[in-house]
């Protein structure tokens, strides 16, 4: 019975009903056709200016590098996963190209998973720059080899996922008449791969966003370990001079009482007199000291008055040079707090930089991967979805895209160097 009405139906009055199905499916995704083109425009501009800029206007590094590579990603698919997104929600009923499809699912999948690697490579970079010593940084030639390793590695994985999609057969409100849609193929729609595979995808984002989670919570603990030394050293600046300045007065009453003891002493060997007197100065920090004695009592009366001038003028000359090394060290100190102070700045806000990427990616990618699997684990509860409820699961299942176009805008209002060369390159300033 079913056949014989599909056979009166002639393939104009199908393309016609089809057509009818699309504009009342087009009119529910308006929500994501407007979503998808915010994302061109932004995605496409920011991400052109994030090639340019981080190219051509800075030093090329390893981090500044994989920051390149992401931006490459995202301007792929802003300029070729979303637009076949697009064409999707306007042939949700005709879709019947299972070659075409298959291309796109898989430019699509290799591209988010190679991004999601990088970010891994980043945290990796970011780690290693912070908790690891300076012999063992990553290098710019290794960050090269390694993008080309995790885009391979991608495009690998990706495969399962452009095999198991195509031409799926959507049935209509009439009997006999059917249309296609690219998702599922029909040939794996009954089977377990289309399961294993969501759940796959699953747990390598899970194991990626573990790993750089760990990363940068060990980058969080060395960097509140060095803003404990900061505060220690601000500690010893303040208390420097009071310590010099109770260290010199110590050592003059110290050659006070020597000179004192020098002239009472009559007793034992020269040498072992010095020695006894240049130990005990030692003991209070006085340094370079030469002391004369001698065998006669009556040569240290006569050349008493003459001795007491000399040591006076050795204490005034030593509390010279001290104060002035008090001021040096004091002042070196002093510098290295403020460079110690923005390299701390500098390190705080590229970090954050990179977190906030990797916020935006596993924000975004969690609603793909829960309706992606709910679409596998119940497909005809997935068939039945319409008006609103399919609208919002257009939109929803879309939210993965988000960081192609959110990443230039956490860029430039967390680098204040890409910000800066980005208002001279918009103005055509050049650069002397």
């Known amino acids: 019975m079913m056949s014989n009405i599909s056979k009166t139906y002639t393939e104009e009055e199908i393309k016609e009903y089809l057509s009818v199905l699309q504009q ?19 995605g496409s501009i920011g991400n052109c200016l994030v090639l340019v800029i981080y190219s051509a206007k800075m030093t090329r590094t390893p981090l500044r590098l994989y920051i390149i590579v992401v931006a490459a990603y995202d301007l792929i698919i802003n300029l070729l996963i979303i637009p076949g997104d697009m064409y999707d929600t306007f042939h949700v009923w005709d879709n019947d190209w299972p070659i075409f499809c298959k291309l796109r699912r898989f430019l699509n999948v290799s591209c988010v998973m190679s991004s999601n690697f990088v970010l891994v490579a980043i945290a990796i970079t970011r780690y290693k720059m912070v908790c690891t010593p ?29 095999v198991i999609h195509g031409s799926q057969t959507i049935s209509t409100p009439v009997p006999g008449i059917y249309g296609h849609f690219c998702q599922i193929d029909d040939y794996y729609l009954t089977t377990k791969w289309p399961q294993l595979n969501s759940i796959f995808f699953i747990v390598i984002f899970f194991m990626c966003c573990t790993i750089v989670f760990v990363f940068y919570i060990c980058i969080g603990c060395k960097t509140w370990k060095h803003r404990q030394i900061s505060k220690g050293l601000k500690l010893v600046c303040k208390t420097s001079r009071c310590e010099e300045s109770n260290f010199i007065l110590s050592s003059s009453s110290t050659l006070r009482r020597t000179e004192g003891r020098n002239q009472s002493t009559n007793s034992g060997s020269l040498q ?33 008055i003459e001795r007491k001038n000399s040591m006076l003028r050795t204490e005034d000359r030593m509390i010279t040079m001290r104060n002035s090394q008090t001021k040096k060290v004091s002042l070196l100190a002093e510098i290295n707090l403020t460079k110690s102070k923005k390299r701390r700045s500098l390190f705080g806000r590229t970090s954050w930089m990179m977190i906030t990427v990797s916020l935006a990616f596993l924000i975004g990618y969690m609603p793909f991967l829960g309706l992606n699997f709910y679409k596998t684990a ?9 008006g609103v ?6 939109l929803f299942f879309r939210s993965y895209l988000l960081n192609s176009a959110v990443n230039p805008i956490v860029y430039s209002l967390l680098d204040p160097k890409f910000r800066k060369e980005c208002f001279k390159f918009l103005t055509c300033y050049k650069y002397k």
């Open 24 to 42: 009342e499916s087009t009119q529910a995704f308006i929500p994501t056709l407007v979503y998808l083109s915010l994302l061109i425009v932004v």
């Open 134 to 162: 300076r012999d063992r940084q990553v290098t710019v030639n290794q960050a090269k080899v390694s993008t080309i390793v995790m885009l391979f590695v991608g495009l690998v994985l990706s495969i399962p996922y452009s």
């Open 272 to 304: 072992y007199r010095q020695q006894i007197a240049s130990k005990r100065l030692r003991k209070k920090g006085v340094y370079n000291i030469e002391l004369h004695y001698s065998n006669n009592r009556r040569e240290v009366k006569d050349s008493g």
């Open 378 to 386: 119940a497909p005809e509860s997935y068939a039945s979805l319409k």
């Open 389 to 394: 409820s399919l609208a919002m699961y257009q």
